[in-house]
C-alpha cells in the first residue's frame, strides 16, 4: 500500500481548488520561455516522444508535445480532476497531446514508448522516489533521457529575510516530510538517478528571482502552497503578511530567488554502451 503522496490535489478544500489550480498555471507559466529552452538544450525537440509524468492540469505537456511535433507526447497523473482540467483547458489548443491517469510507481504504460521523460515538481513529493525512477525508466527507450525538474529550499532566498519567511519555509519542510515529502530533494536526484542505472547524470539549475516574475508572483508561487499544506491560521497569516511585501514601493521589496534544478540521466543503450552524447553546457567535463 503507497503511502499518500505530500501533494494531492483531492485534499485541497472544494473553496481552494480554483486557486490552486490558479497557482499551478502560474507556476507553470511564468517561466515557460526560459524553461523550454532550457529543455531544448537538454534535447526535448522534434520527433522525440514525451512523457510528462505527474503532469498535474498540463500546463506545460502541451507546449512539450508542441516541440515533439508528431511524435507527440502524454501527460500523466493520478488526479482524475487535474487531468479533466488538463483535458478541458490544454488539449483543445494542443494537436499532439493526451492525458491519462495513472501512478507513478506503477503507469501502466508500455516498456520503451517514450525518447524522454520530464516530472516537473513531483519527486519532492514522493515517498518512495527510487521506485518511481525505476518506473520511468522502465518506460523510457534504451538511449532516451530522464529529465527531473525539482527544488532544494536550501536555495530558496528572500532578502531581507522576515521571520515569517523563515518559519513558513521550516514549517512547510515538515509539514511535507510528515507526508514522506522531501523539500530538499533536488540534491538527492543524482545519487537516485545513479542508483537506477542511468547514466551520464548532469545537475543543470535555473533561477527564477523576483527580478523576473515581480515580488507578487515570486511570493505566491513559494509561500501559497505552502501555507495550505501547513494548513493551519498561523501559516495562512504569514502567507498574507508576505504577500503583502509586494505592495511596497520598488525600491523598499526584498528580492527573492529560487533556483529551479534539472537533473538529467540516460537510459543505457541494452549492451551498456553509453547513450549518444548530448549537447553539454560544460564542455570537457567528465562523465
Ligand atoms: C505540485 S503538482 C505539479 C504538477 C505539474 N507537474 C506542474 O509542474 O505544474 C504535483 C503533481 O504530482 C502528481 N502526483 C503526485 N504523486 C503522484 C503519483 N504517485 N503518481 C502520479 N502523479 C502524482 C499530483 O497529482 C500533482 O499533479
Given at each position: 500500500m503507497d503511502i499518500e503522496?505530500?501533494?494531492?490535489?483531492?485534499?485541497?478544500?472544494d473553496a481552494d481548488r480554483a486557486a490552486e489550480l490558479r497557482r499551478l498555471q502560474q507556476q507553470a507559466t511564468v517561466m515557460l520561455d526560459a524553461e523550454l529552452a532550457q529543455l531544448q538544450v537538454l534535447g526535448f525537440g522534434h520527433g522525440k516522444r514525451i512523457l510528462e509524468l505527474?503532469?498535474?492540469?498540463?500546463f506545460l505537456t502541451g507546449p512539450l508535445s508542441d516541440l515533439a511535433g508528431p511524435a507527440g507526447g502524454v501527460g500523466i497523473d493520478m488526479s482524475t480532476e487535474l487531468l479533466a482540467a488538463a483535458n478541458a483547458i490544454v488539449k483543445p489548443a494542443h494537436a499532439n497531446v493526451e492525458f491519462v491517469e495513472g501512478n507513478a510507481y506503477a503507469t501502466g504504460l508500455p516498456k520503451h514508448s517514450f525518447d524522454y521523460l520530464y516530472s516537473r515538481l513531483v519527486f519532492q513529493h514522493l515517498s518512495r522516489p527510487l521506485d518511481a525512477l525505476l518506473e520511468a525508466r522502465r518506460i523510457v527507450r534504451p538511449g532516451g533521457r530522464i529529465v527531473l525538474s525539482d527544488v532544494d529550499d536550501a536555495f530558496l532566498v528572500l532578502e531581507p529575510c522576515p521571520s515569517a519567511f523563515r518559519t513558513l519555509t521550516a514549517r512547510a519542510i515538515e509539514a511535507q516530510a510528515a507526508h514522506g515529502g522531501d523539500r530538499h530533494i533536488a540534491r538527492k536526484l543524482p545519487g537516485l538517478m545513479r542508483s537506477a542505472g542511468l547514466q551520464d547524470v548532469r545537475l543543470h539549475g535555473l533561477t527564477v528571482t523576483s527580478l523576473d516574475v515581480g515580488l507578487a508572483a515570486f511570493l505566491e508561487i513559494t509561500t501559497r502552497f505552502k501555507a495550505i499544506q501547513v494548513g493551519d491560521a498561523e501559516a495562512l497569516a504569514m502567507a498574507t503578511e508576505l504577500a503583502a511585501?509586494?505592495?511596497?514601493?520598488l525600491d523598499k521589496q526584498p528580492f527573492g530567488m529560487v533556483v529551479a534544478f534539472f537533473v538529467t540521466g540516460d537510459v543505457p543503450l541494452a549492451d551498456g554502451t553509453p547513450a549518444p552524447s548530448r549537447v553539454s553546457l560544460h564542455p570537457g567535463g567528465t562523465r
Open positions: 503522496p505530500s501533494y494531492h490535489f483531492d485534499h485541497f478544500a505527474g503532469c498535474g492540469p498540463g511585501l509586494a505592495e511596497l514601493p
